[in-house]
């Protein structure tokens, strides 16, 4: 397909702008000026629209495609969620923070009160901040948010390290990095689990936070959770809960009564909002009561009157972490979604997410090695071990599924796993599609023994066969040239 | 029967289901949490239908009061989008999908996202963008870590101009970090250069400076660039990316690493997000650049097609020793700046800017005409404006908000000494009408 700039003709407009009620303004010093306008697009409407409606059919998506995608929860976005988000389009944030701004918020800033409560209530914490605008971005702020406690105990030369298990998301170690923190990586076990006895040696005085994601990235709830957080706190380290696999456990466990002090939540997984092809996510952090006072500001609390205020003369806090009050468009989806389904709802998304990865698991064991063989969360990691000795990858797999209509699940990731093949079906796919979706894995898996080249072609439907990234990452070319 | 939102089973497939899994009941599956774990409480709403739903967020939105006439900015403006952003972006075959991790199925995401790099290229006259980052302070952090990295120094000077929420988060996100921050306070709206001047050596990574800055005043920092250079630092400058439209780019001013917030390019006020963050620089620095790029390449048969790249840079590969922790893009308010580039056009961006200030210069006027308001700065503006008032702009600001208009940013909370000082800002959406019950209205407010 041409990009947009390829169709450009020089002098040709699209929209048409109001016309100026004031008289012109006297033009700009020349030296502040740039020299030729940049060289946008100039395209028709009508071009711009056929542009951007077939550029959509190149993509998969939930409302097209079953998306497997592990460690995602690509679950169904209810379309209601859009249409009340767009509620709160035209109200500036910086009218809650004019003198006297507040009272004319009180209703974006409820909600974001009350989406807290719930967080709060669903992962078990005392108080949540809804600043941090994914969930990288509230890991981030988790981490500094310990950094902060224990440089309140004049603890923070002595507390060096963060332990993370090696089956924990990039982000971990890398967030933890951000706030000045040396990574310590401990094993998974054969049972699945970070090794527990190699966790005790790792753990000292100088351990600063355990960051756990439960169920881990195999899908696997360690049983031992309670264990190991309190080893953790036996040395003054703080747990950290990746909320990434929030979706798998909604009311049957709280993150906050087996130990852990801080978690994140990512509202785009658990809480039904779109990932808008990579984002915006929202991120919201919980904490208990001991890291209270170090939350970011502005922070949203309720006077005594009822009315929410703006504190912002906490002098223990972090900061801010976003330049208002995080991403509300996207809060305020999550929160519909959670009223709307309330806490029954929940737990049944829940209950219902783990019924459909346990589906998929059985009937596709006897076709594909499953390295750790147990009952699963919400999610299922294969390995591509048994097609590997026909010279079939992962990869191969995932885009076989690609040319029958699949967006293949995540693949090469939990990095421990072999060739991994992680499978999150979530709780909004029928038992038909999750069906027919076996059906294809099973005879990707049997052509991989009768005629493996027909793995190595896929996908052959699609605009475009395999691209070469080797040539992508050397020429660097990241912009059309003008 | 409101419990089965989304989730599709009859009674029937759970039962078939559960027996393919050789289990009892779903509770079985939930064994490997041992029962002291297990949640005792769920204390949560009962849940209700869509339409209910719709209902109670239209009564939680009618809680704000309505209609406020904007001039306020600091960061998020009040654009005008055109329909065509909404429309496209609300394609569900780009809001549903994710990360383009297979391209063969995400060229729709993946083109449209190296597009959005062309397009940032090209205002601000850099050769290389990321593909978004999460908002314009962030982005401030992610180009002074990105400073540090290259330079291998760890001072970063602020000049004290650039937004005090991007400075804020800025601190936040150095503070872990061995990093000193030196921070120049302004002069009458403008950078202290002689100040600068005294404290930029070569232990300095990076000075980072906004365009037009808070105040509202533009400047040139073309010598500035030079002066920077000629210590080793990188300059940094965050951006309003509609004021591009007139205004000199970061790349002909020597400004190495742009950023800014791309909210009003499409992106709704939505009481703060999300929008997006951006990012561009020259491309020797590509390998330092934070989060996900898209690059070009060729398929198997040679045909043109979109990968993202370079992902040796990222945590999924590099974990702690990544260039940044970011995961996530903002992919689809990207796309929605994109949509609404495309849709305003080179000559219309152009056009865009020029209304912005002259509504804006048309406003100054009025304002500065009120008995004992003057205006701050010297300096030339673009859409936003330092007013100083007789009295205390807290006070004003309050009593406005009761009239329906927010008049602009007092600036007390953000500068010691500057409580009489109020930020001004007039866009294209502001009408004549407006401007000029503002003006009566300040008046009014000032004589009380």
Not at chain 2, 201 to 218: E, K, W
């Amino acid at each position: 397909m041409q990009l947009i700039y390829e169709q450009s003709v020089p002098g040709r407009r699209g929209v048409k702008l109001p016309a100026s009620d004031v008289p012109a303004a006297p033009a700009l010093p020349t030296p502040l000026l740039r020299k030729e306008a940049a060289g946008l697009a100039e395209v028709s409407e009508l071009d711009l629209v056929r542009h951007f409606t077939n550029l959509s059919r190149r993509n998969f998506s939930v409302d097209t495609n079953f998306y497997p995608l592990g460690s995602c929860t690509m679950k169904y976005n209810a379309k209601v969620l859009e249409n009340s988000a767009a509620l709160f389009a035209t109200f500036h944030p910086m009218t809650a923070l004019l003198p006297g701004g507040v009272d004319f918020c009180q209703g974006t800033l409820g909600m974001l009160h009350d989406l807290g409560l719930l967080l709060a209530e669903i992962t078990g914490m005392d108080e949540v901040t809804t600043q941090p605008l994914a969930g990288a971005h509230g890991e981030m702020t988790g981490i500094m948010l310990i950094a902060a406690y224990h440089a309140a105990k004049g603890n923070r030369a002595k507390k060096k390290y963060v332990v993370v298990p090696d089956s924990s998301h990039g982000t971990n170690p890398a967030s933890a990095a951000i706030a000045g923190y040396e990574i310590i990586t401990v094993p998974t076990a054969p049972y699945g689990d970070m090794d527990l006895e190699l966790f005790k040696k790792a753990m000292t005085d100088e351990v600063a936070a355990v960051m756990m994601t439960c169920p881990n990235t195999l899908g696997l709830f360690n049983p031992h959770i309670k264990e190991i957080s309190d080893i953790a706190h036996s040395h003054d380290a703080l747990m950290y809960y990746d909320g990434a696999n929030l979706n798998a456990i909604m009311g049957k466990v709280k993150p906050g009564d087996v130990g852990f002090d801080v978690i994140h939540v990512n509202l785009h997984k658990t809480f039904g909002t779109p990932h808008g092809g990579g984002g915006p996510g929202s991120g919201p952090v919980g904490v208990k009561k001991a890291l209270i006072p170090f939350l970011p500001q502005p922070r949203i609390v309720k006077d005594a009157a009822g009315i929410l205020q703006l504190e912002t003369t906490n002098p223990g806090t972090i900061g801010r972490t976003a330049n208002f009050f995080g991403n509300f468009g996207v809060m305020a989806k999550a929160y519909a979604y959670i009223i709307m389904l309330g806490g029954k709802g929940l737990i049944r998304v829940s209950e219902q997410a783990v019924l459909n990865a346990n589906y998929i698991k059985e009937r596709l064991k006897p076709y594909y090695d499953l390295p750790y063989d147990m009952t699963c969360m919400h999610e299922c990691v294969f390995s591509a071990s048994k097609q590997l000795a026909h010279g079939v990858h992962a990869i191969d797999i995932a885009k076989f599924l690609i040319d029958r209509g699949y967006h293949p699940p995540t693949v090469y990731f939990p990095m421990i796993v072999k060739e991994a093949i992680m499978i999150e079906p979530t709780e909004t796919e029928s038992k038909a599609t999750m069906d027919a979706f076996i059906e294809v894995m099973i005879e990707a898996a049997k052509t991989a023994e009768s005629n493996p080249q027909a793995l190595l072609d896929a996908p052959l439907t699609m605009p475009i066969s395999r691209l070469d990234e080797t040539k992508a990452a050397r020429e660097q070319n990241v912009c059309c040239a003008w | 029967m409101n419990d089965s939102h989304y989730c599709p089973h009859t009674p029937e497939e759970i039962a078939e289901m559960l027996s393919v899994i050789g289990v009892s009941g779903v509770e079985d599956l939930f064994a490997p949490i041992p029962a002291a774990l297990r949640a005792t409480t769920f204390n949560l709403p009962s849940g209700m239908s869509e339409f209910e739903t719709h209902g109670r967020m239209q009564a939680i939105a009618g809680e704000n009061s309505q209609g406020m006439i904007n001039f306020i900015g600091g960061g998020f403006y009040d654009h005008l989008i055109p329909s065509v952003v909404d429309h496209l972006s609300g394609r569900s075959e780009f809001y549903t999908a994710y990360t383009p991790y297979q391209p063969e199925c995400s060229q729709g995401t993946l083109q449209a996202l190296f597009e959005y790099q062309t397009a940032i290229c090209r205002l601000t006259g850099l050769d290389v963008s990321n593909a978004s980052l999460y908002d314009g302070g962030t982005a401030c952090a992610e180009a002074a870590m990105m400073a540090l990295r290259i330079t291998g120094r760890n001072k970063i000077v602020l000049d004290g101009c650039v937004s005090p929420f991007s400075r804020q988060v800025l601190k936040t996100y150095l503070f872990n970090l061995d990093v000193e921050i030196v921070e120049i306070a302004p002069q009458s709206g403008l950078l202290d250069r002689a100040g600068l001047a005294g404290v930029l050596d070569d232990s300095v990574a990076a000075v980072l400076v906004q365009n037009p800055n808070f105040f509202g005043s533009i400047e040139d920092f073309s010598v500035l660039a030079d002066q920077v250079h000629g210590v080793g630092a990188l300059l940094i400058g965050s951006v309003y990316p509609i004021a591009l439209g007139m205004l000199k780019s970061p790349g002909e001013i020597g400004i190495d690493i742009a950023v800014g917030d791309g909210q009003s390019l499409g992106n709704p006020l939505s009481f703060g997000g999300p929008s997006f963050g951006f990012i561009a620089a020259t491309k020797k620095y590509i390998r330092n650049m934070p989060g996900r790029i898209v690059g070009e390449t060729v398929d198997r048969n040679g045909k043109r097609g979109y990968v993202l790249t370079l992902q040796a840079r990222e945590q999924h590969i590099k974990r702690h020793k990544a260039t940044s922790n970011i995961c996530s893009n903002q992919g689809l308010c990207a796309l929605r700046g994109l949509i609404f580039l495309s849709s305003v056009g080179k000559a219309g961006l152009a056009d865009l800017a020029r209304l912005n200030r002259d509504k804006a210069e048309y406003a100054k006027a009025q304002l500065a005409g009120i008995p004992g308001v003057s205006v701050l700065q010297s300096a030339v503006t673009f859409n936003e404006f330092t007013l100083v008032l007789p009295k205390k702009a807290d006070q004003v600001v309050t009593a406005l908000l009761e009239k329906g208009i927010a008049a602009g940013v007092p600036l007390g909370q953000y500068y010691a000494g500057s409580e009489n000082a109020l930020v001004v800002t007039v866009t294209e959406k502001r009408t004549k009408k407006e401007i000029d019950l503002f003006v009566r209205e300040l008046e009014a407010a000032l004589c009380n």
